[in-house]
């Protein structure tokens, strides 16, 4: 009879000892490089990316990819205190909105309008979502969900805000590079930023908040305050979002609370990996770039989106992101049993 | 012990449905004393601490904590006047760091009013003080994940979390529960310390001989009402007492 | 009187496009966003039945009931089966599998003058000095039948009991022997076939249009939320609230501030409790 050799993998982690939390000892130059180039690569990238687009339709999508990523930076945040939102649009709109309403008419310059919309809009998102935090499950995500429809209904209805027409002919910017660089360096200081932001002690209370709110409430620590403050910091990167793309178009309407500003950045959080920031930014720009060059689905594209979504939960729910690092810091073997 | 009443309990009750989990509950207790609270499973210990913590709101009754009412005040309110409280499941963030699970209590407001110290030093004092309760620095076991760690030790976190916070009142909802003679053994001396050093402890537990041994007064409970308070022996002398607890198991 | 009967008829319809919505969440805790994609489908499936393929009215609507249905059960052993446990997927989930019915119903086209259901009965009557189809007329009637149904459903038969044992407590509704994914699934199905005899009911009274997948999402959320989730009473209290609302507003300032009513209700209620009027979604009170 034939030996049945068996034969099993086996998973090793990177001889490095700079992977804990709190100690480090870096061995050598090398070590120092396999830590630095995962870190340095998105940002050179980020950088070079648009040079190397230039001011093409691709160069477009570089935007369109940031505006995105910044949404599902913003998604990822939220869900990292526990708060899942289906609502990114709301933020997105309330930017948009507040940006293209001071210049249409009040005439703001953009700088002035810009960093208006980014607070303005956060504090109108955090008033409304305030008090939906203090219910547990599912609550928030429709509350989320419903409000961005509704205000597009009523803007239609009521025809405030330039009503079904928007508000036209804002002002643009100067060109191109800037848009494109102010929205790229926007996405490498709120990435680095959160990632950041989230392993202070600050970050460590909202995840306490996410992982049991009993005992962050027994330590002594007001929830609500602080799942306040993580609306009004998300709300603002999506505001931001929001009026960086009313000047990018030069117009604002009601589809500024569509769904597609929702499931975009959600379908990219989540194919990217949720929890890292990094796999949120990665996966929008898998998503747009990819969503762009099927254009000729047309209509369809949304419906793309869901299927995307599904897919990714049921096959890969740890995200791209998250596969990636863990084939990067352990390499796997196959050994004889 | 002085004779301030640090906290005053008045006709309290909770019913949970048609269940009164706690019956017209009424006490005084003044600071630096040590409260045993027992009876059977089911006889609302839990639930008094949940009301005086805030972690339920009471049907009726009100609840005072040095002249000020905390009566259904938020949990985080009454955490921050100075009361502590550890829970009977083990609640822990599993993914975080042993010493890490301290951050939360010690970035709270009433440290911060303490001087608690700004991110880093946090980190310092939290490794103090679970090497206060065991957890030795120079070890791996304050470093490594919570979840990995023996059932024991989270006891003890949990109880290391509730120090944290610097607390004037500290209630212990079944510390021992699960923890292994030796551990029990530790880690009774530390708590008999703080009580010494002025802490005023409430200690829910059925581990009787070990409570015994460090608390002056204890309150019976028996289906939601105070059914003995005194010393221990008095209060275990008691017929009804020795009724709630025929046939229920006295460890101990 | 216009006000009265109009109020009622609108009531009506609100709480049959929330109720199906509610029922589900109420049993298993799931909020399913596929709620009106299901309605729209229900709607544009007997359609196809009764005009392409010729099928009777009344089968072309009980197939359809029970395709959606089916469509609703297999979602959750399908899909959301693997995901159960992570509430954050199941919602994205749902709201995933909405997007695709919806999107895919656009892009074949079914929207249009062409697509109207028949009314169960045509004609009308007048009531006092206002003119009430009889489509209203069933419509408050399939509505009234189905709330008492539903009320009667989860308190008084054994199924909805363990339905409602699931709701409250689910470990110590396993350990009764109650099979929860089984139930889960079945309160999924249910929900979708009410959504379609809800959608067989509203529909009539205008074309489809695949918008309305969307609204009548907003419709069952608000609902929800101004009533407070899984209590009947409140779904019933809240659709009427924003039912009379509606209509008073539509009369006497313009039909569009509609929207400002529910829109306005929703704000109102989460700043003053935003539980719901009837919501039993306790904050905090759970065992610690
Ligand atoms: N959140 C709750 N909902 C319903 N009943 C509860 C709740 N918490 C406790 N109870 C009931 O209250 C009674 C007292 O429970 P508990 O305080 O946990 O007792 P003990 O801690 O002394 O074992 C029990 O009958 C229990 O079932
Ligand atoms: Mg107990």
Redesign the pocket.
């Known amino acids: 009879m034939e030996e049945a050799v068996r034969y099993r993998r086996e998973r090793i982690d990177r001889g490095i000892k700079a992977r804990s939390d709190t100690i480090y000892t870096l061995a050598s130059s090398r070590d120092m490089l396999y830590l630095l180039f995962p870190r340095v690569l998105p940002i050179v990238a980020l950088f070079c990316l648009p040079l190397l687009m230039g001011g093409s339709y691709w160069g477009k999508v570089i935007f369109y990819s940031c505006i995105f990523a910044l949404l599902a930076l913003s998604w990822d945040f939220m869900a990292s205190v526990g708060l899942v939102s289906l609502g990114q649009a709301l933020f997105f709109g309330a930017g948009s909105y507040v940006a293209g309403g001071f210049n249409h008419y009040l005439k703001w310059p953009m700088l002035l309008t810009i960093p208006a919309a980014t607070l303005g809009g956060a504090l109108i998102c955090t008033i409304l979502l305030v008090p939906v935090v203090r219910l547990r499950g599912v609550y928030f995500s429709m509350v989320t969900l419903i409000l961005p429809l509704l205000f597009a209904h009523l803007i239609e209805t009521l025809e405030i805000l330039g009503g079904t027409h928007g508000l036209l002919s804002l002002t643009p910017f100067p060109n191109h590079w800037l848009a494109v660089y102010i929205a790229v360096i926007a996405v490498v200081i709120v990435l680095f930023g959160f990632r950041r932001l989230i392993n202070e002690d600050f970050g460590l209370v909202l995840r306490g908040i996410k992982d049991d709110d009993r005992v962050v409430m027994a330590g002594g620590i007001n929830i609500y305050w602080y799942k306040a403050q993580a609306i009004f910091i998300s709300a603002a990167v999506g505001s931001f979002a929001g009026a960086l793309m009313t000047h990018y178009y030069q117009f604002v309407g009601r589809s500024a609370f569509a769904l597609d500003y929702t499931i975009l950045p959600l379908a990219g959080a989540v194919v990217g990996g949720p929890g890292s920031f990094a796999g949120a930014t990665l996966g929008s720009f898998i998503l747009v770039p990819l969503s762009e060059a099927l254009r000729a689905l047309g209509g369809l594209r949304m419906a793309l989106y869901g299927i995307i979504l599904i897919a990714a939960l049921a096959v890969l729910p740890e995200g791209i992101f998250h596969y990636i690092e863990r084939k990067y810091h352990q390499f796997e073997r196959v050994v004889k049993i | 012990m002085s004779d301030e009443i640090i906290l005053k309990i008045e006709n309290l009750t909770k019913r ?2 048609g ?1 009164t ?1 706690v019956d017209q509950i009424s006490f005084d207790l003044r600071q630096g004393e040590f409260l045993g609270l027992i ?10 601490i ?1 009301l005086i913590t805030g972690f ?1 709101k009471p049907t009726a009754g009100k609840i005072t904590y040095r002249d000020q009412e905390i009566t259904g005040k938020a949990p985080y309110t009454i955490a921050c006047l100075g009361i502590s409280r550890s829970f ?1 499941m083990v609640r822990t963030f599993h993914k975080l760091p042993a010493f890490k699970n301290l951050i939360v209590p010690l970035y709270s407001p009433r440290v911060k009013k303490f001087g608690g110290g700004k991110y880093g030093e946090r980190d310092d004092i939290a490794i103090d003080l679970l090497d206060d309760l065991g957890f030795e620095r120079d070890s791996f076991v304050p470093y490594k994940v919570a979840g990995s760690l023996p059932h024991g030790y989270l006891k003890r976190l949990d109880l290391a979390r509730c120090i944290a916070l610097r607390p004037d009142l500290l209630i212990l ?1 079944e510390l021992f529960s699960g923890m292994a003679m030796s551990e029990v053994a530790a880690t009774l001396p530390m708590i008999e310390k703080f009580n010494r050093e002025g802490l005023t402890i409430i200690m ?1 537990e059925h581990r009787l001989k070990e409570l015994f041994r460090v608390a002056s007064r204890v309150i019976v ?1 028996n289906f ?1 009402q105070k059914i003995a308070d005194g010393p221990p022996k008095e209060a275990m002398g008691k017929e009804e007492v020795q009724k709630a607890y025929l046939g229920t198991e006295v460890e101990g | 009187m216009e006000i009265l009967i109009y109020g009622i008829t609108n009531s009506v319809t609100l709480a049959l496009m929330a109720i199906g919505f509610s029922l589900t969440f109420g049993i298993s805790g799931l909020a399913n966003f596929a709620h009106g994609a299901f309605y729209l489908l229900g709607g544009i499936l007997t359609w196809i039945f009764l005009n392409q393929l010729g099928v009777p009215y009344l089968f072309s609507a009980l197939i359809s009931i029970l395709l959606v249905g089916l469509l609703g059960f297999l979602l959750y052993w399908g899909l959301m089966l693997r995901l159960r446990g992570l509430a954050i997927n199941e919602v994205i989930a749902t709201l995933a599998a909405a997007i695709v019915i919806i999107e895919v119903l656009r892009w074949l086209g079914f929207s249009g003058f062409t697509y109207v259901l028949p009314e169960f009965i045509k004609g009308s009557v007048k009531i006092g000095n206002v003119w009430l189809d009889y489509q209203r007329i069933f419509l408050v009637g399939i509505g009234v039948a189905l709330i008492i149904f539903f009320y009667l459903f989860t308190h008084r038969t054994k199924v909805g009991l363990s339905f409602r044992a699931i709701a409250q407590n689910e470990r110590t509704a396993i350990s009764l022997g109650i099979d929860s994914d089984w139930t889960a699934a079945l309160s999924l199905a249910f929900g979708s076939a009410l959504a379609v005899v809800a959608g067989l009911a509203i529909l009539p009274l205008g074309s489809i249009d695949t918008e309305v997948g969307y609204d009548i999402l907003i419709y069952a959320l608000a609902v929800g939320i101004v009533g407070g989730l899984e209590s009947i009473p409140g779904i019933v209290l809240a659709s009427f609230i924003l039912g009379f609302c509606q209509i008073a507003v539509a009369t006497f300032f313009r039909a569009q501030w509609q929207t400002v009513v529910t829109l306005g209700a929703i704000v109102i209620i989460l700043a003053v409790k935003p539980s719901g009027i009837f919501g039993k979604y306790k904050e905090l ?3 610690v």
């Open positions: 949970f449905g269940v989990a009876g059977p499973n089911g006889s609302g210990k839990t639930t008094l949940n339920v009977q909802d829910a409970l939601g | 009170e759970e065992r």
